[in-house]
């Protein structure tokens, strides 16, 4: 890691958190954290609510780039594995790391249209209902970038797995998509939590 080779970096750790750097300090992305909460057991229970949801897992092409990052832990599969634990059901398909195009989003908006939606009717022919990505640019660029045709809800993964933990969420969180979710909130039961 990075912040464990480099002092400089380490120098800039302190200065924006106002403390020492700590070497014995060990850094989790969310979704490792998640995993290790399955593996002791700390998620058990929790199944029901996500159940029978069918979920595209979308990792798009950042978590293998910039090529410095390559070295870190592939993350591939923990979407799955967090989703499956809380009830949901993951799809099979070849799109889960594909680029949306969020970098040519407003430079070359046919080029990220042209991606975006080849993406959708992917996770559309594999049966899914909702996709679940843990990029936030990604899920803008999904929603902003669909064509009507092949509109299918995104969901961040800490949304869905608010719904699933019954967090306190805002009553009208899910109506900032761009992309409604409401009925397929309905049909499975999630829309009573984000209404109440």
Same mark, same amino acid.
């Given at each position: 890691?990075?912040?464990?080779?480099?002092?400089?970096?380490? &120098?800039t750790?302190?200065? @924006?958190?106002?403390? #020492?750097? +700590?070497?014995?300090?060990?850094?989790?992305?969310?979704?490792?954290? !998640?995993?290790?909460?399955?593996?002791?057991?700390?998620?058990?229970g929790?199944?029901?609510?996500?159940?029978?949801?069918?979920?595209?897992?979308?990792?798009?092409?950042?978590?293998?780039r910039?090529?410095?990052?390559?070295?870190?832990?592939?993350?591939?599969g923990?979407?799955? &594995?967090?989703?499956?634990? @809380?009830?949901?059901? #993951?799809? +099979?398909?070849?799109?889960?790391?594909?680029?949306?195009?969020?970098? !040519?989003?407003?430079?070359?908006?046919?080029?990220?249209?042209?991606?975006?939606?080849?993406?959708?009717?992917?996770?559309?022919?594999?049966?899914?209902?909702?996709?679940?990505?843990?990029?936030?640019?990604?899920?803008?660029?999904?929603?902003?970038?669909?064509?009507?045709?092949?509109q299918?809800?995104?969901?961040?993964?800490?949304?869905?797995?608010?719904?699933?933990?019954?967090?306190?969420?805002?009553?009208?969180?899910?109506?900032?998509?761009?992309?409604?979710?409401?009925?397929?909130?309905?049909?499975?039961?999630?829309?009573?939590?984000?209404?109440?």
């Amino acid at each position: 890691m990075e912040l464990k080779d480099s002092k400089e970096k380490q &120098k800039t750790y302190e200065t @924006l958190f106002d403390k #020492p750097y +700590q070497k014995d300090i060990q850094l989790l992305p969310f979704f490792e954290l !998640l995993v290790e909460m399955s593996n002791e057991g700390l998620l058990k229970g929790l199944g029901g609510k996500l159940k029978g949801l069918k979920i595209a897992p979308y990792y798009g092409c950042m978590l293998a780039r910039p090529p410095k990052m390559n070295k870190q832990k592939n993350h591939y599969g923990l979407i799955e &594995k967090t989703m499956a634990s @809380l009830g949901g059901e #993951p799809v +099979q398909w070849p799109f889960l790391s594909t680029c949306c195009g969020t970098f !040519l989003s407003v430079s070359r908006p046919e080029i990220s249209t042209k991606l975006v939606n080849r993406i959708m009717q992917g996770a559309i022919k594999s049966g899914a209902e909702c996709i679940v990505t843990a990029c936030a640019m990604c899920h803008l660029n999904l929603e902003i970038r669909c064509r009507p045709e092949n509109q299918l809800p995104v969901f961040h993964f800490s949304e869905l797995l608010s719904l699933a933990l019954e967090g306190n969420g805002s009553k009208g969180w899910f109506k900032r998509h761009l992309i409604n979710p409401q009925s397929l909130m309905e049909k499975r039961h999630l829309i009573p939590f984000v209404q109440g």
